[in-house]
């Protein structure tokens, strides 16, 4: 990954799409386009007021090409600027549309952090695209600060990038749906400044993940 924009510069923000159906059951979604449900457009409304908190200096809006995070990202107030292929979802392969216990009915103790998807991408194809991703925000953030809409696996593998950790380590991190985190600086470290911040629709209650 590139070296580290000087400290005092902008921020990377990470959004997630808020909630769709196949996100609630726990099927995973990688290549697949699942509108948001009800929930997640009320999701993404709220999480445009919060991240409208942070005061965005200029922000450069990167998008999934994905129409969930599209509208996650157009709910939420942002103008986006690119759709990016590189920034989209994990592709899971043969796993696409299966949730975690019917893949493990096959596969013992599967998960993505841990074994392959047969004809998906690997944790170093992930990684290779997190840290081009990373590399591309990294040159705005001194004149800006950079908004990356897209997705819950792949926002995870960017947390661990950022902290230049291995990829399987997003498996330490929650992302929820509609949720964002804050990669910054201190002492010229790269650091998670705030993480997985998400609105309850339900309650209208501001979340933050234990």
């Given at each position: 990954m590139s070296a580290a924009a000087p400290e005092g510069t902008g921020r990377v923000v990470l959004l997630r799409h808020g909630e769709t159906e196949w996100a609630r059951?726990?099927?995973?979604?990688?290549?697949t386009d699942v509108s948001l449900t009800a929930v997640g457009e009320e999701q993404a409304v709220a999480a445009g007021e919060l991240v409208g908190e942070l005061n965005l200096?200029?922000?450069l809006v990167l998008s999934s090409p994905r129409l969930r995070a599209q509208r996650t990202a157009h709910l939420a107030g942002l103008?986006?600027?690119?759709?990016?292929?590189?920034?989209?979802?994990?592709?899971?392969?043969?796993?696409?549309?299966l949730t975690s216990r019917e893949i493990q009915q096959t596969v013992p103790h599967w998960t993505v952090w841990t074994h392959p998807c047969p004809n998906g991408?690997?944790?170093?194809?992930?990684?290779?695209r997190a840290d081009l991703a990373l590399s591309v925000a990294l040159a705005a953030l001194p004149e800006q600060d950079v908004v990356l809409v897209g997705h819950g696996h792949f926002s995870r593998a960017l947390l661990t990038r950022w902290i230049q950790l291995p990829v399987?380590?997003?498996?330490?991190?929650?992302?929820?749906?509609?949720?964002?985190?804050?990669?910054?600086?201190?002492?010229?470290?790269?650091?998670?400044?705030?993480?997985?911040?998400?609105?309850?629709v339900r309650t209208g209650q501001r979340k933050v993940a234990p």
């Open positions: 059951t726990g099927r995973h979604t990688g290549t200096r200029n922000p103008t986006v600027d690119r759709e990016w292929d590189a920034l989209a979802e994990w592709d899971y392969g043969d796993y696409e549309g991408e690997t944790v170093d194809e992930i990684g290779a399987a380590e997003g498996k330490r991190f929650a992302m929820s749906p509609a949720a964002y985190s804050v990669l910054g600086f201190e002492h010229s470290y790269r650091q998670i400044s705030v993480h997985n911040i998400h609105p309850s």
